[in-house]
């Protein structure tokens, strides 16, 4: 298995930058494989949906939303993504959830989930 721990969300006013990280662990063996990690934004009553994405080649996707204004970022020696948010709105409002798909023992990746952090953009 592998855990996901987000942290850095917190309260923020229009216009304000935060910046998020994952850190990626192997709870019973070493993570040996890491496909792509990402971001999702997820709202009450609403689907969570992807932000974000960096593939293990380095390559980027953004949703249209954020484009410009976030930076998704890895460090693969420490399995960590960090996402870093400017200019945030208040639409950027809601649950981040780290995303990976990896694996460990050499075993097929699977997807895995983080509990979530809040973000909330507000004045």
């Known amino acids: 298995q592998v855990q996901l721990v987000e942290s850095g969300g917190g309260l923020v006013q229009p216009g304000e930058s935060l910046r998020l990280s994952c850190a990626a662990s192997?709870?019973?063996?070493?993570?040996?494989?890491?496909?792509?990690m990402a971001w999702f934004r997820q709202v009450p009553g609403e689907q969570r949906y992807r932000v974000a994405t960096?593939?293990?080649?380095?390559?980027?996707f953004y949703d249209d939303s954020v484009k410009g204004r976030f930076t998704i970022s890895q460090d693969k020696a420490k399995n960590t993504v960090s996402l870093e948010m400017r200019r945030l709105q208040p639409e950027d409002t809601g649950a981040y959830y780290c995303?990976?798909?990896?694996?460990?023992?050499?075993?097929?990746?699977?997807?895995?989930w983080g509990r979530g952090t809040q973000v909330t953009v507000s004045s």
């Open positions: 960096i593939m293990t080649s380095g390559a980027t």
């Open positions: 995303y990976a798909l990896a694996s460990v023992s050499d075993a097929t990746p699977i997807p895995y």
């Open positions: 192997g709870t019973n063996s070493p993570i040996t494989q890491i496909d792509l």
